[in-house]
């Protein structure tokens, strides 16, 4: 992962959070959109719609944040979020064009969503132990006097969602 030295980096890395988010929305409602079983279709679904959740609020803390508006080159995403594009994009490619995901391939799917899922995760613990907390932190209360407590809370819960995740992957 790139080094967050500046507190433009911290906006760059949460721009491309949300990115990746929204990448991670698509891959997981195409999944639930391929998979016939009704319990696993409502469980990708549901993460399909957290990492949206995530994705937006992400992007409003960037753009609060930022100084310019500039959108990250891919080899910003790439600095931050390396192994998790990787995955994603291998990801997309191994069920683009496929109508169903049969029954049988759902294991070898999970697995790969697990190595995805923990990646992600552990770049937002990154985030929530770096010096950027602190300055998103003050930047958002001097933005709308918001309590550095909520912003905390926020991506504690974006972590156990993550973790959430993690769990009903692997069972």
Known sequence: MAKIKQESDVADFLCCACILE???????KDLADKV????????LLHIAYDSRKHSVILKGISKSIAKAKKI???????????ESWMVIEQLVREIDGKETIP????SSLVHKLMI???TVADKYYCLVQLKALRYMAR???????LDVKDLGT???SLLETKRFTENSCQK
């Open 36 to 43: 016939n079983l009704p319990l696993i279709n409502a469980l």
């Open 116 to 118: 995805l899922e923990n």
């Open 139 to 145: 930047e958002l209360s001097e933005i709308y006097n």
């Open 22 to 28: 929204e990448r991670a929305y698509l891959l997981y």
């Open 154 to 156: 926020f991506l504690i």
């Open 103 to 106: 029954k049988e391939h759902l």
């Open 72 to 82: 990250p080159k891919n080899r910003d995403q790439e600095l931050f979020f390396g």
